[in-house]
């Protein structure tokens, strides 16, 4: 029979003596300074200029970003904080969201109809198809169809994820890689059809590395584990995949391609210009990698005044408060400021003060360019 007195006496003298162990670990902690990367947030010291930018000093066009309730938005609250960040159009790259191709098709129409009833001209839907369901011609002319059928729908360019080369199987059971021969249809119809085609592929190349004291994604992989692909038994290297993506861009001339977070070749901006000079067919933008560029300001602003007709404003995640360091880092001098996710960057940014004449292509002349649909109207209002 449990002798309740004495359990709850043990109980009792257990609690005490963990709450004395934790009590002695915070006293040492306390006198050795200890604490733990994630909660050391020192405050600057440095007294200089600081110009907190929260409206673009041009109308720009966001061609990277993902608003996953489109068919229910409220656009009209949408497009009032864009007009407050100067923002002229954005882009909707997860047209279609998620799901069985019935879902994806009327996520789609159900997307186009809200954004025609309440706020036309002013947002933009890419579509999506799966790349898993290769397996022969009549698959991948089926996709093809899809983005013929969402172009004439409204539809204005083809989003990739970079579940293509990372994680999509065929039939058989074998990675779909970004150049696999069997998607070339899917290429060509945008080339066709006159939509550029935005992809991701692979993702930052230290999420191959060892997750140790070197790497410098290593909070990011501490906090998003499955990020890590360095122990894949089924996912390639990270120069593989980019290797493949090229080799497609090679191949299918006529489409044009948006290399997205700048092709993440931002740590290495000469070999990035030389993938632009080689690939004439192909232009980038910034979403979600700024911070590679806030970090470098002297070689980053170098290179967006060299290749300033092959740039465009990109964010990916849609949050108006974080759009204020883009302009901060893009239209400022300032130095030695925070941004605004640690996992994403624990490093200092610096402004890279670009001339007028660039900021304006990188905010709106380039993408008008490659999307005839969007009114020029919109940037001289």
């Not at 864009?82 to 994806?104: C, D, T, W």
Request: glycine share 6%; hydrophobic share 40%; aromatic share 12%.
């Amino acid at each position: 029979m449990i002798n309740f007195k004495n359990l709850f006496k043990s109980l009792l003298i257990l609690a005490v003596f963990t709450g004395a162990i934790y009590y002695s670990i915070g006293i040492i902690e306390d006198r050795q300074n200890i604490m733990s990367f994630e909660e050391y947030e020192p405050i600057s010291s440095l007294v200089v200029e600081e110009n907190v930018t929260k409206k673009a000093k041009f109308p720009f066009i966001d061609v990277h970003s993902h608003l996953w309730d489109m068919p229910v938005r409220d656009l009209d609250k949408l497009v009032g904080e864009m007009n407050e960040l100067n923002m002229a159009y954005i882009v909707n790259l997860s047209g279609s969201g998620f799901g069985p191709q019935a879902v994806k098709d009327l996520y789609l129409s159900n997307s186009l109809e809200n954004i025609n009833e309440n706020q036309p001209g002013r947002i933009g839907l890419f579509v999506n198809v799966d790349f898993s369901t290769v397996g022969n011609a009549k698959d991948v002319e089926a996709q093809a169809n899809i983005i013929r059928d969402a172009v004439a729908k409204g539809a204005i360019g083809l989003k990739v994820y970079k579940s293509l080369g990372l994680r999509d199987k065929d039939f058989q059971g074998n990675r779909v890689a970004v150049d696999d021969p069997r998607l070339g249809p899917i290429w060509d119809v945008c080339g066709e059809l006159g939509i550029p085609v935005l992809i991701h592929s692979a993702d930052p190349f230290p999420f191959w590395q060892a997750k140790n004291e070197k790497n410098e994604r290593w909070y990011e992989l501490k906090e998003k584990p499955n990020r890590f692909y360095g122990e894949s038994d089924f996912i390639p290297p990270f120069e593989d995949i980019i290797e493949e993506q090229h080799r497609m861009f090679k191949r299918h001339p006529n489409t044009t391609f948006i290399n997205a977070h700048l092709g993440w070749l931002a740590h290495d901006l000469e070999r990035l210009g030389k993938h632009l000079d080689e690939h004439p067919n192909v232009v980038t933008e910034f979403g979600a990698v700024i911070a590679e560029l806030g970090r470098q300001p002297i070689a980053a602003r170098n290179f967006m005044i060299k290749y300033q007709d092959r740039i465009m404003f990109g964010k990916d995640t849609y949050k108006k408060e974080e759009y204020f360091l883009y302009f901060r880092v893009l239209e400022t001098n300032d130095e030695y400021f925070d941004y605004f996710r640690k996992r994403h960057a624990f490093w200092k940014m610096y402004g890279l003060g670009l001339p007028d004449e660039v900021l304006k292509k990188i905010y709106h002349e380039n993408a008008l360019k490659l999307f005839p649909s969007i009114s020029k109207k919109l940037i001289s209002q």
